[in-house]
């Protein structure tokens, strides 16, 4: 057995972070990505595996061939609008298909699994900052499917002696400071690089969905976490895994929230452009405030943010969006 650790959705956002990250600390990540919104370019030199975790068979054969020490699940779907208007995509891609990949891993006896859930879970939170025992609650598909997965880790580890940790990200922001690797979603959904794109010029203007929610400027406020903090949380998690650590549950984030005012604000530092707004409407099922109480997993595993900071975070997308703008995005 060597050190490959299998990554689910390595070509993605986080999970090509944490796959440069896995590299640097002596692991062999190897990713298996359907490339739906995933890219090639996003796994340089590692080992790219192409399937579906749809496909069963593949991926047990691949489990089989392997035998990766562990499994980092970050492959999915996480568009939260869509989500509510094609919940039956949600749940088969987000549900059912981790299913298929925690029934192939324990066929193949391997039972250290690191799953990528998200703030989702709590809907509109009763208490802030949200620790990780607050009542689940999700008000989207999205959401909903994070649930079902994480009730479902807890009955696999019952019956079957997995072993998992859950990380509950918040939102997940900034890019690789050495700007190898980035956020590029088409269409893109997430606030910071929609924000970097009017400075880039891809768009006239940013939408700022809702301005009198009962928040100091009127608009939502979130914790934006570096990706890179994510890998490091990933790499802790593995590593206690492989200790022998318990099954646990924690959130990630920055236990400091900002809102879309305040982020454009930033932005607009960052950038030197002015980056216009245009006020519409609320979205539905956007909570006015999210933001994590991370003290479980500092406590727990160590774990210790980089980039608290959120004009460091938007300073790293910024350098990937200039860069990708050049080599990637047509
Ligand atoms: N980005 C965030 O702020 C955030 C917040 C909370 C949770 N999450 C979760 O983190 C994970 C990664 O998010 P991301 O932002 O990197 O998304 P992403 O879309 O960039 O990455 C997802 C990857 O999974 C792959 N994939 C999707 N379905 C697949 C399938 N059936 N088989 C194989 N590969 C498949 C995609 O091609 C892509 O490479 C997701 O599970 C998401 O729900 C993200």
Known sequence: M???VLVTGGAGY?????????????????????????????VKEDELIEGDLGDYEHVQRIL?????????????????GESVQLPELYFRNNVINSFNLLEAMLSCDIKSFIFSSSAAVYGDPQQIPIPEDHALAPVNPYGEGKVFV???????EQAHGLRYISLRYFNAAGADP?????????????????????????????????????????????????VNDLAQAHILALEALLDGAPSRIYNLGNQRGFSVKEVVDVARVVTGHAIPVRESSRRQGDPPVLVASSERIKKELDWKPHYDDLKRIVETAWRWMKKGKVEYQK
């Open 14 to 42: 986080i999970g090509s972070h944490v796959v440069k990250e896995l590299r640097r600390k002596g692991c062999r990540p190897l990713v298996y990505d359907n490339l739906s919104t995933g890219h090639v370019w996003a």
């Open 2 to 4: 060597d050190n490959c």
């Open 64 to 80: 089989h061939k392997e035998r990766p020490l562990a499994i980092m699940h970050f492959a999915g779907s996480s568009s939260v």
């Open 150 to 156: 994480e009730r479902a880790l807890r009955w696999y």
């Open 178 to 226: 050495e700007a190898e690797l980035g956020e590029t979603h088409n269409p893109e959904t997430h606030l910071i690089p929609r924000i970097l794109d009017v400075a880039l010029g891809k768009k006239p203007c940013i939408e700022i969905y809702g301005t009198n929610y009962d928040t100091p400027d009127g608009t939502c406020i979130r914790d934006y976490i570096h």
